[in-house]
Structures are given as structure tokens and as C-alpha cells.
């Protein structure tokens, strides 16, 4: 098996930060003027991350905890945290912030990528949606395993059985990461891990970003459950209006599948989360609660971004990914 | 053990949501059907307008305009 391939550069800092990771040698750009939501940030972010993860075909593993790759990443951090922090505006109720996602519109939501996809998404559409997901789904639950260990009692005890859940609750064939592959088979495009890296915007490589920031680091535990509570929330009316879109378009029975599964299972993971995970942690750590509430509108903010430019694009029936898909993928005639 | 008298089976109620109950669980239904959840828990519907009912698929949620405007 090999891992995925480096993509190309998108600036001068990705282009610094590739060839430290082909030979070692890292050349510290000025990240003077950098674009804290840019391609060439948010892409050395994601290589800088994926480190954790599955790295790179090519890549030495013990590239890691390379003290000159973990300054690097800190400064990009330092950056991309700072803008959130201003556009995010200040919020100190976490309560509030979750109770205005548990409110679903009455008609149809002009702003909402699930809703244009369920009544007017076609399969090329559809696909592109699974390209872009697919950096996250394919590590469903991945960052938020992290915050296990600074967690205690009743918030672990909920965090655990949900993680468990996402990852198959024991069985490999249901870890959610796997269904998602199945879902892509569907569509035609390549299941393998890190596959469309090359084709993820800056918008999409941000909302992944976020997640691996707040996993990585303790100090940002509270973001983390409220990112992850996040997710749960929003998920089982989202993942209602996908099954729909899949299914009236005939994508096939393992990319419904997906979305059935997600709308039972979030329906009680978002319970949980609310009720222990977040209740949990702010009953023995209170003052994390306005960073349970970033977590939450850094969220919404983030997933806001890409939803502009997915509906600004398909809306003018433009692709909205950075570049096409190889040629014979994703490309079934219908 | 999950559910032995020693650690009796845990169910949550919330006047607002589902009922919760500590899985795996079986649930018959008004016609004799009878759905099974091997999930840690389960979220019982009670408010009746799941689409996959017993279990809640979150259509509990209250509904507004958007210019109404949920904050
Ligand atoms: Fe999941
Ligand atoms: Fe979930």
C-alpha cells in the first residue's frame, strides 16, 4: 500500500515546505503578506498536518516532530488562528451557540449547499461534493480523537462511545471512513486516501485545517467539542437532504447508505454530545465555554466560506473545484 | 455487564427530544414490527414525525422563517 502523493505548490511557502519534505531541507519563506484563508497557507497547513496522519508516499516519517517543520506549522497556525479570532465574532454562551443550529428553516434555504443539492443537484454536482468530503470523510472522526486524553469523566466516557460508533463500533466494513469509500465507488471516483488533495480549494483544505488545530492542540480542547458538537448537530437534516439528492439521481445503494446511516446515528451522537461531551467538559473546566463557542462559529464561518463558493460556482454550471478531475474520473456519462 | 441488575439499563428522557436508551435494543412498534439498534444508545422518537421512525431523525427540531431569525 502507498501513501498519497505530494500535490503541487500553490505559493511560495508550499513550495518551500514541499521540497523540505522531498529532501529535508527546509528554506524559511517570509510569510509576510500571507493570506490567512489562501491556497498557499491552508495548503502547507494541510501538509504540515497530514504529517500526523497517513503522511506521503516518499516522506520520511520521522519528519513529524521536525523541529523546523513544527515552527513552521506554529507560525502558519498562529495566523490562521488570529484571523478566526477576528472574523468570529466574541460569543460567551456555548448553550446559545448550539441551540440557533438546532432550528431548521420551514421552506427551502437559498444559503445551503444540502438544500440546492436536494432539489436541483445533479451527479456531476453530487461527485464534486464527494471530491471535496472526501478529505475529511476519509479521516471521519480522526482529529477529534485526539482530545481524548484531555478529557475526563463524564465528557470521555461520551466522547469514547461516540468515536467508537464513527469508527464501526467494532466492525471494519461500518467505520464510517469506509462507507465513505463505498460511497465514492459509487460515484466513480478513487476511494484512495488523500486522492484529491490536488483538487480541494482553499475553502475546502480550511474546514479540514480547522479540525486538525483543534485536535493538536490541548489549549484548544474547547473548540474541538464545540467543532465536534457541531457536526453532529447540523448533520442529520444535511445528511437527510444528501441521501435524498443521491437517491433521486440514482448514484447507487452504498451512496445512499452513507447518509441513511449518518441521519440515525447523529440524530443520537448529537444528543450525546450536547448532553455530556459539552456538558461534561463544561461542568469540571467552566471556563472553556467561550472557547466551546468559537469552536462553534469558527465552524459555521468556515463552512459558510465553502458554501459560497460551491453554490457560486455550480449556480453558474462551473466546476468548483481548483482543478478538473483526471480524465475518466468522475466523468460517467449519463 | 450492560445490562444486569448491578448496572441497570440507563433510559433519558428529555420533554424536548427523544427518549435515549442504552443499546443494543429492541423496539415493537404499534403493528408488531419490531426494529433492532445495536448502537450504545438509541434515540427513541417521541414526538412521532420521524421519517424513520422509532428512531429520531431530529424532525423534533423547531422550525422558523429565516427572517425570523433564529440567533
Ligand atoms: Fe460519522
Ligand atoms: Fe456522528
Same mark, same amino acid.
Given at each position: 500500500?502507498?501513501?498519497?502523493?505530494?500535490?503541487?505548490?500553490?505559493?511560495?511557502?508550499?513550495?518551500?515546505?514541499?521540497?523540505?519534505?522531498?529532501?529535508?531541507?527546509?528554506?524559511?519563506?517570509?510569510?509576510?503578506?500571507?493570506?490567512?484563508?489562501?491556497?498557499?497557507?491552508?495548503?502547507?497547513?494541510?501538509?504540515?498536518?497530514?504529517?500526523?496522519?497517513?503522511?506521503?508516499?516518499?516522506?520520511?516519517?520521522?519528519?513529524?516532530?521536525?523541529?523546523?517543520?513544527?515552527?513552521?506549522?506554529?507560525?502558519?497556525?498562529?495566523?490562521?488562528?488570529?484571523?478566526?479570532?477576528?472574523?468570529?465574532?466574541?460569543?460567551?454562551?456555548?448553550?446559545?451557540?448550539?441551540?440557533?443550529?438546532?432550528?431548521?428553516?420551514?421552506?427551502?434555504?437559498?444559503?445551503?449547499?444540502?438544500?440546492?443539492?436536494?432539489?436541483?443537484?445533479?451527479?456531476?454536482?453530487?461527485?464534486?461534493?464527494?471530491?471535496?468530503?472526501?478529505?475529511?470523510?476519509?479521516?471521519?472522526?480522526?482529529?477529534?480523537?485526539?482530545?481524548?486524553?484531555?478529557?475526563?469523566?463524564?465528557?470521555?466516557?461520551?466522547?469514547?462511545?461516540?468515536?467508537?460508533?464513527?469508527?464501526?463500533?467494532?466492525?471494519?466494513?461500518?467505520?464510517?471512513?469506509?462507507?465513505?469509500?463505498?460511497?465514492?465507488?459509487?460515484?466513480?471516483?478513487?476511494?484512495?486516501?488523500?486522492?484529491?488533495?490536488?483538487? @480541494?480549494?482553499?475553502?475546502?483544505?480550511?474546514?479540514?485545517?480547522?479540525?486538525?488545530?483543534?485536535?493538536?492542540?490541548?489549549?484548544?480542547?474547547?473548540?474541538?467539542?464545540?467543532?465536534? @458538537?457541531?457536526?453532529?448537530?447540523?448533520?442529520?437534516?444535511?445528511?437527510?437532504?444528501?441521501?435524498?439528492?443521491?437517491?433521486?439521481?440514482?448514484?447507487?445503494?452504498?451512496?445512499?447508505?452513507?447518509?441513511?446511516?449518518?441521519?440515525? @446515528?447523529?440524530?443520537?451522537?448529537?444528543?450525546?454530545?450536547?448532553?455530556?461531551?459539552?456538558?461534561?467538559?463544561?461542568?469540571?473546566?467552566?471556563?472553556?465555554? @467561550?472557547?466551546?463557542?468559537?469552536?462553534?462559529?469558527?465552524?459555521?464561518?468556515?463552512?459558510?466560506?465553502?458554501?459560497?463558493?460551491?453554490?457560486?460556482?455550480?449556480?453558474?454550471?462551473?466546476?468548483?473545484?481548483?482543478?478538473?478531475?483526471?480524465?475518466?474520473?468522475?466523468?460517467?456519462?449519463? | 455487564?450492560?445490562?444486569?441488575?448491578?448496572?441497570?439499563?440507563?433510559?433519558?428522557?428529555?420533554?424536548?427530544?427523544?427518549?435515549?436508551?442504552?443499546?443494543?435494543?429492541?423496539?415493537?412498534?404499534?403493528?408488531?414490527?419490531?426494529?433492532?439498534?445495536?448502537?450504545?444508545?438509541?434515540?427513541?422518537?417521541?414526538?412521532?414525525?420521524?421519517?424513520?421512525?422509532?428512531?429520531?431523525?431530529?424532525?423534533?427540531?423547531?422550525?422558523?422563517?429565516?427572517?425570523?431569525?433564529?440567533?
Amino acid at each position: 500500500m502507498t501513501g498519497p502523493r505530494l500535490p503541487t505548490a500553490r505559493g511560495e511557502v508550499s513550495a518551500g515546505l514541499l521540497s523540505a519534505l522531498r529532501d529535508g531541507e527546509l528554506r524559511r519563506p517570509p510569510p509576510g503578506a500571507l493570506d490567512p484563508y489562501g491556497d498557499d497557507l491552508q495548503l502547507a497547513l494541510y501538509l504540515l498536518y497530514e504529517l500526523h496522519y497517513q503522511g506521503f508516499e516518499g516522506v520520511a516519517e520521522d519528519l513529524e516532530w521536525d523541529p523546523g517543520l513544527l515552527a513552521l506549522r506554529r507560525t502558519l497556525e498562529r495566523r490562521f488562528l488570529a484571523a478566526l479570532r477576528a472574523d468570529v465574532p466574541p460569543h460567551a454562551d456555548a448553550g446559545q451557540a448550539l441551540a440557533a443550529l438546532l432550528v431548521e428553516p420551514v421552506g427551502p434555504d437559498d444559503t445551503s449547499v444540502s438544500h440546492y443539492l436536494r432539489r436541483e443537484g445533479e451527479l456531476w454536482q453530487l461527485r464534486e461534493y464527494a471530491v471535496l468530503r472526501s478529505l475529511y470523510h476519509l479521516k471521519e472522526a480522526d482529529p477529534h480523537a485526539w482530545v481524548i486524553p484531555r478529557l475526563r469523566g463524564r465528557a470521555k466516557a461520551a466522547m469514547v462511545a461516540v468515536e467508537f460508533d464513527e469508527f464501526g463500533a467494532g466492525r471494519a466494513d461500518e467505520i464510517h471512513a469506509r462507507m465513505f469509500a463505498d460511497l465514492m465507488g459509487d460515484l466513480d471516483l478513487e476511494p484512495a486516501y488523500g486522492h484529491y488533495l490536488e483538487q @480541494a480549494p482553499a475553502e475546502a483544505l480550511a474546514t479540514v485545517n480547522l479540525m486538525s488545530l483543534f485536535g493538536l492542540h490541548r489549549a484548544l480542547r474547547g473548540a474541538l467539542v464545540g467543532h465536534f @458538537a457541531t457536526v453532529e448537530v447540523t448533520s442529520p437534516p444535511d445528511s437527510r437532504r444528501l441521501a435524498a439528492a443521491l437517491r433521486r439521481t440514482g448514484a447507487g445503494a452504498a451512496a445512499q447508505r452513507f447518509y441513511d446511516e449518518h441521519v440515525a @446515528a447523529d440524530a443520537v451522537h448529537e444528543q450525546v454530545v450536547r448532553r455530556d461531551v459539552v456538558g461534561g467538559l463544561l461542568a469540571s473546566e467552566p471556563h472553556l465555554e @467561550a472557547d466551546v463557542a468559537f469552536g462553534v462559529h469558527a465552524t459555521g464561518f468556515l463552512e459558510d466560506r465553502l458554501g459560497d463558493r460551491l453554490l457560486r460556482t455550480w449556480r453558474r454550471r462551473r466546476s468548483a473545484l481548483r482543478v478538473p478531475l483526471p480524465d475518466g474520473e468522475g466523468r460517467r456519462t449519463s | 455487564m450492560a445490562n444486569s441488575p448491578e448496572r441497570p439499563r440507563r433510559v433519558t428522557i428529555d420533554p424536548d427530544g427523544p427518549m435515549l436508551v442504552e443499546g443494543p435494543v429492541e423496539v415493537v412498534c404499534a403493528d408488531g414490527t419490531v426494529a433492532t439498534s445495536r448502537r450504545f444508545t438509541a434515540a427513541i422518537c417521541t414526538c412521532r414525525r420521524s421519517r424513520i421512525y422509532p428512531w429520531c431523525d431530529t424532525s423534533h427540531r423547531r422550525r422558523t422563517d429565516r427572517d425570523q431569525g433564529a440567533t
